[in-house]
């Protein structure tokens, strides 16, 4: 890798998002529900595994990716949904955050059509530095460059915490919503107990429905949601629209840093699985350097189900793109 990349890189990680104890934002909420609340853990009402892939400003060549993976049900014995998830930050040649966690979601049918579930989630989170790819400005000569030798040591050493987090949704007919409080120990991502090295708090509230009209064959399904975490504030707003097997979307999401983008996505559902395309273009808003695609994600979701041999008593049809 370049002096130049390494450099950028080495910025993005210790003055980017993920330094400021804030969480990796993947331009989309499809699939990460139950991460960012465990009250939808179950909802959907069938065993389901989901699969993703991002990627980060590709065109820059960063080599900043994330891989996501999760599987819940609703079990019918334990009145709730459960399910684990593990995600993965590979933030270049420098840094990467691990995080697994599983969830329990108690669903309460409350009236005629009105349902709620409260979740409770429990996670580790692991941060480990490569610290041979760390430069640092002592480390480059103006005139011979990067002289292959570090001005400061720097060890090897990675911090594992435990986190926990907690939400609730509810639901009435086609409708439903969420809020979440997650990070509720603000567990701390290095030895160096400074305030940009703990993870922040982070408040969700989600909104969505689904209208299907005439005869079913074509759904429309919007939604809503709001993070805010320490100063930072994202809006995201998308519909998504389904004909037979054919799928597909419009999204955009606004960053209280300054970016604003939009995220077209189209998937193909064959039943018992679906593939899922999507990318987020940045329309307006922080660096210029970084105008383009922001990021690409590719995912893969399985279901072991069909809806009508579900035993939930309640199902929310969340945005699957």
């Given at each position: 890798?370049?002096?130049?990349?390494?450099?950028?890189?080495?910025m993005?990680?210790?003055?980017?998002?993920?330094?400021?104890?804030?969480?990796?934002?993947?331009?989309?909420?499809?699939?990460?529900?139950?991460?960012?609340?465990?009250?939808?853990?179950?909802?959907?009402?069938?065993?389901?595994?989901?699969?993703?892939?991002?990627?980060?400003?590709?065109?820059?060549?960063?080599?900043?990716?994330?891989?996501?993976?999760?599987?819940?049900?609703?079990?019918?014995?334990?009145?709730?949904?459960?399910?684990?998830?593990?995600?993965?930050?590979m933030?270049?040649?420098?840094?990467?955050?691990?995080?697994?966690?599983?969830?329990?979601?108690?669903?309460?049918?409350?009236?005629?059509?009105?349902?709620?579930?409260?979740?409770?989630?429990?996670?580790v989170?692991?941060?480990?530095?490569?610290?041979?790819?760390?430069?640092?400005?002592?480390?480059?000569?103006?005139?011979?460059?990067?002289?292959?030798?570090?001005?400061?040591?720097?060890?090897n050493?990675?911090?594992?915490?435990?986190?926990?987090?907690?939400?609730?949704?509810?639901?009435?007919?086609?409708?439903?919503?969420?809020?979440?409080?997650?990070h509720?120990?603000?567990?701390?991502?290095?030895?160096?107990?400074?305030?940009?090295?703990?993870?922040?708090?982070?408040?969700?509230?989600?909104?969505?429905?689904?209208?299907?009209?005439?005869?079913?064959?074509?759904?429309?399904?919007?939604?809503?949601?709001?993070?805010?975490?320490?100063?930072?504030?994202?809006?995201?707003?998308?519909?998504?629209?389904?004909?037979?097997?054919?799928?597909?979307g419009?999204?955009?999401?606004?960053?209280?840093?300054?970016?604003?983008?939009?995220?077209?996505s189209?998937?193909?559902?064959?039943?018992?699985?679906?593939?899922?395309?999507?990318?987020?273009?940045?329309?307006?808003?922080?660096?210029?350097?970084?105008?383009?695609?922001?990021?690409?994600?590719?995912?893969?979701?399985?279901?072991?189900?069909?809806?009508e041999?579900?035993?939930?008593?309640?199902?929310?049809?969340?945005?699957?793109?």
């Amino acid at each position: 890798m370049s002096l130049r990349n390494r450099t950028t890189i080495m910025m993005l990680v210790f003055f980017g998002l993920t330094v400021r104890g804030q969480d990796t934002w993947y331009g989309t909420i499809s699939g990460l529900h139950f991460m960012y609340n465990p009250a939808y853990t179950g909802t959907t009402g069938l065993p389901v595994m989901n699969v993703s892939c991002y990627s980060f400003l590709p065109a820059n060549n960063f080599a900043l990716r994330s891989g996501y993976a999760s599987f819940d049900t609703y079990f019918q014995g334990l009145h709730g949904g459960g399910g684990l998830w593990v995600s993965d930050d590979m933030l270049g040649e420098i840094m990467n955050d691990f995080r697994a966690g599983g969830s329990y979601a108690y669903h309460l049918r409350a009236g005629k059509d009105l349902f709620f579930s409260a979740g409770l989630t429990a996670s580790v989170v692991s941060r480990g530095v490569k610290a041979g790819a760390v430069i640092l400005p002592g480390d480059i000569d103006p005139f011979s460059g990067f002289g292959g030798t570090q001005s400061e040591f720097i060890t090897n050493a990675s911090m594992t915490a435990f986190d926990i987090g907690t939400g609730m949704t509810i639901a009435k007919g086609s409708w439903y919503g969420g809020v979440s409080v997650m990070h509720l120990t603000q567990p701390w991502l290095s030895d160096v107990h400074q305030s940009y090295n703990r993870l922040r708090r982070l408040y969700t509230l989600s909104a969505g429905t689904s209208i299907t009209p005439g005869n079913g064959e074509f759904s429309l399904n919007p939604s809503a949601t709001l993070f805010v975490q320490a100063d930072n504030v994202i809006i995201y707003l998308g519909t998504e629209a389904l004909y037979r097997n054919l799928m597909g979307g419009m999204a955009f999401w606004h960053a209280g840093s300054g970016f604003t983008a939009a995220e077209p996505s189209l998937g193909w559902d064959t039943g018992l699985a679906k593939i899922i395309l999507s990318y987020s273009y940045v329309l307006s808003g922080g660096d210029t350097a970084f105008k383009g695609t922001a990021v690409v994600k590719a995912g893969l979701s399985i279901c072991f189900k069909y809806v009508e041999k579900s035993t939930a008593i309640h199902i929310i049809k969340l945005p699957r793109l």
